[in-house]
């Protein structure tokens, strides 16, 4: 599946996120039929509906994380589509094994494509403290070896002045 098929997707998901936070007395299968109708095709829905489904069974966890890496803000003081981007995103980060990479990239599309000017950047600081340690250690560590290796790599070709120690 394409993640342009899967942006899309993830685009129907907050559209009915922010639907259902609006309107909390929207049904869930009025929300499963919206879903199958902007995705007719059944692999893309049901991507969608676990989305969805997941981040309204997991919301009362994903506010209250949402929320303590927010510092000084409540949900409801959230815009409405930021509020919702971010529990698409925490959603992902913290039950599903989307990688993080693509979780925050897709997050910030969607606060880029539908909130306000500083939606993209509000909503990467709140995933980016939300990522769980394990994930932020497996994703750090080929950048931790790579790195070594350019340092490695310039501090060989830099000759220290007179009087200088090398660098480490």
Not at 75 to 80: F, G, H, I, K, V
Not at 108 to 114: G, I, R, T, V, Y
Not at 134 to 155: D, F
């Amino acid at each position: 599946m394409s993640m342009s098929r899967r942006h899309k997707a993830r685009e129907v998901v907050l559209q009915m996120l922010y639907l259902k936070d609006l309107n909390p007395d929207v049904g869930f299968e009025q929300i499963r039929q919206m879903i199958q109708a902007e995705l007719p095709d059944e692999t893309l829905s049901r991507f969608a509906w676990g989305l969805f489904s997941g981040a309204m069974e997991f919301r009362p966890v994903l506010d209250k994380r949402i929320e303590e890496a927010a510092v000084n803000w409540s949900l409801s003081r959230m815009a409405p589509t930021d509020r919702n981007v971010l529990r698409l995103g925490a959603y992902e980060l913290l039950q599903t094994d989307t990688p993080h990479r693509v979780v925050i990239d897709e997050a910030l599309e969607l606060a880029k494509s539908f909130g306000g000017a500083n939606s993209g950047s509000f909503v990467n600081g709140i995933l980016d403290r939300l990522l769980p340690p394990e994930k932020r250690a497996r994703a750090a560590k080929p950048a931790e070896e790579m790195n070594a290796i350019e340092v490695h790599a310039a501090t060989e070709s830099v000759q220290p002045a007179d009087g200088e120690e090398a660098p480490a």
